[in-house]
T-cell receptor
Framework: GESVGLHLPTLSVQEGDNSIINCAYSNSASDYFIWYKQESGKGPQFIIDIRSNMDKRQGQRVTVLLNKTVKHLSLQIAATQPGDSAVYFCAENMGNYGQNFVFGPGTRLSVLP | DTGVSQDPRHKITKRGQNVTFRCDPISEHNRLYWYRQTLGQGPEFLTYFQNEAQLEKSRLLSDRFSAERPKGSFSTLEIQRTEQGDSAMYLC???????????FGPGTRLTVL
């Protein structure tokens, strides 16, 4: 299949541990953020989103934290599983609904058995 | 499978040739997006349709690129006089109304020789 992100920063975690993936975004005017997961040979898959009027949002096994002061976004994955191995991207949107999203460079997550 | 399909999955062409890609979004989705992704990078926004209207184009979309969505359903992306720098994965995504979750297709991998 297609290889995504051959030279990306890599985070290796032990199966069952928690993972934290970080992202610095660029525009202080951005008010909507999404985390995507991309597996080899596939398009990005929505994981979780957050608006700028929130600083934390939880999903199933995932939590997104937003720090607007330092323009930082993080994705926490609880009890990481082998199926979580993928490249993770954060994306920011500068105000318009679902239009121009700017993606970060991505982080490869490798889950060790 | 997200329900968004793209055709072809792979395209190899010689420099100077024209290529056309097709995207079939999820049927009830009124918004359709095209992105370009190169190895090691996140997707870059190219253009966006709401129904048949092309509402936004990135400066990345040079005059060699044209996109259409004639009946507000499927969309085509044409690249004329391809250059080696056009080699990339071309991703299509769709969404419905103000729901910002974009569903991505598997992409078309273009290689320009």
């Amino acid at each position: 299949g297609e290889s995504v992100g051959l030279h990306l920063p890599t985070l290796s975690v032990q199966e069952g541990d928690n993972s934290i993936i970080n992202c610095a975004y660029s525009n202080s005017a951005s008010d909507y953020f999404i985390w995507y997961k991309q597996e080899s040979g596939k398009g990005p898959q929505f994981i979780i989103d957050i608006r700028s009027n929130m600083d934390k949002r939880q999903g199933q096994r995932v939590t997104v934290l937003l720090n607007k002061t330092v323009k930082h976004l993080s994705l926490q994955i609880a009890a990481t599983q082998p199926g979580d191995s993928a490249v993770y991207f954060c994306a920011e949107n500068m105000g318009n609904y679902g239009q121009n999203f700017v993606f970060g460079p991505g982080t490869r997550l490798s889950v060790l058995p | 499978d997200t329900g968004v399909s793209q055709d072809p999955r792979h395209k190899i062409t010689k420099r100077g040739q024209n290529v056309t890609f097709r995207c079939d979004p999820i049927s009830e989705h009124n918004r359709l997006y095209w992105y370009r992704q190169t190895l090691g990078q996140g997707p870059e926004f190219l253009t966006y349709f709401q129904n048949e209207a092309q509402l936004e184009k990135s400066r990345l979309l040079s005059d060699r690129f044209s996109a259409e969505r004639p009946k507000g359903s499927f969309s085509t992306l044409e690249i004329q006089r391809t250059e080696q720098g056009d080699s990339a994965m071309y991703l299509c995504a769709s969404s419905f109304g103000l729901d910002n979750e974009q569903f991505f297709g598997p992409g078309t991998r273009l290689t320009v020789l």
